[in-house]
């Protein structure tokens, strides 16, 4: 029986969702105490913990068939793998940030400075494409304090709230790039393989589909039905119940959480009460 590997980070931002996501898809891993492999109890997968870093490298060299990463991580490690899915989670930025009073407020004013980062594939690629010649200080760590050493004029870091380039004295001036946890695979897979992979990605999609969408229960005068059917195209057209109380009805459907607030506010006026509004588990469409 064949097995698909699956590499998460071992320890960061990244180490919670991944396997909250895996969880979620009714994958079961005993915690054992080997910190470097856990094998599924219900599933034919075996996870790898590695550094974020290492990731692609490993994925590209077959080692492991699929990763977990930063979109960052693995647009800046450059390495044969495809993407499989964007997974929602570990949303972030990479943005350039200046001192607050810096003289530099775009591209031009770059210009012959120096930039310091952790990611100089992204950096010289942005550079490049907007014909801006600059230096590159790489370093490995702690990048917002390169400007407040004399080390760098500008910074290009990750952001996510931005309160640590507030405590730091910087400003963002520029956003590069928006970046999210993907899922990425090895070019070549065996076909037992595939079909492990297939159906994981199955399991993801209605995972994925539940999160983004919620269950709608409400009353309404039978009279309004019609109209609050269109308000609400679901995945189906709506369920319609008759309610004990003469005259009335309940209506169930999906909505996407997307335009929820929205379409409340129109149910309401259409007439509908007591509206409920309830999470869904699993979603399969
Ligand atoms: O040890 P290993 O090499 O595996 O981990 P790591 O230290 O390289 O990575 P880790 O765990 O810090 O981040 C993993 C991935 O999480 C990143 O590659 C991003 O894709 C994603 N991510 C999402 C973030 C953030 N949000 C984030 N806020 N990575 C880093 N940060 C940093 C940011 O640079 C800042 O210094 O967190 C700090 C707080 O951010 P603010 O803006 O909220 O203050
Ligand atoms: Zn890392």
């Not at 960061?12 to 105490?33: A, V």
Request: hydrophobic content about 40%; some cysteine.
């Amino acid at each position: 029986m064949e097995i698909l590997k699956i590499a998460v980070q071992k320890s960061g931002r990244l180490k919670e969702g991944s396997m909250e996501l895996l969880k979620e898809c009714g994958l079961r891993f005993i915690n054992g105490n080997n910190q470097l492999k856990s094998q599924s109890t219900n599933f034919p997968v075996e996870i790898m913990f590695l550094r974020d870093d290492d990731i692609p490298e490993y994925v590209q060299d077959g080692v492991a068939d699929i990763g977990i990463i930063g979109e960052n991580v693995w647009i800046e490690k450059n390495k044969k793998t495809e993407l499989v899915k964007k997974l929602g989670f570990a949303k972030c930025r990479l943005s350039i940030a200046v001192p607050r009073d810096s003289k530099i407020i775009d591209n031009n004013d770059l210009n012959s400075k120096r930039i310091a980062t952790s990611y100089p594939v992204i950096l010289s690629k942005y550079l490049k494409e907007n014909n801006i010649s600059a230096d590159i200080h790489e370093i490995s760590g702690s990048v917002e304090i390169a400007p407040g050493i004399g080390l760098a004029d500008a910074i290009l870091d990750i952001v996510s709230t931005g309160s640590t380039l507030l405590s730091n004295g910087l400003t963002e001036i520029i956003e590069i790039m928006r970046s999210e946890a993907v899922m990425i695979r090895t070019s070549t897979l065996t076909t037992a393989k595939s079909e492990i992979l297939d159906q994981l990605l199955f399991r993801l999609a209605a995972v994925q589909n539940a999160q983004s969408n919620k269950y709608i229960l409400l009353n309404a005068p039978n009279d309004s039905v019609e109209k609050i059917s269109s308000i609400l195209p679901g995945m189906d057209s709506p369920t319609v119940l008759p309610l004990k109380k003469e005259g009335w009805s309940s209506v169930h459907s999906v909505v996407n959480e997307s335009d929820f607030w929205n379409k409340i506010n129109q149910l309401k006026e259409a007439g509908a009460t007591g509206i409920l509004v309830v999470p869904i588990e699993k979603m399969i469409l």
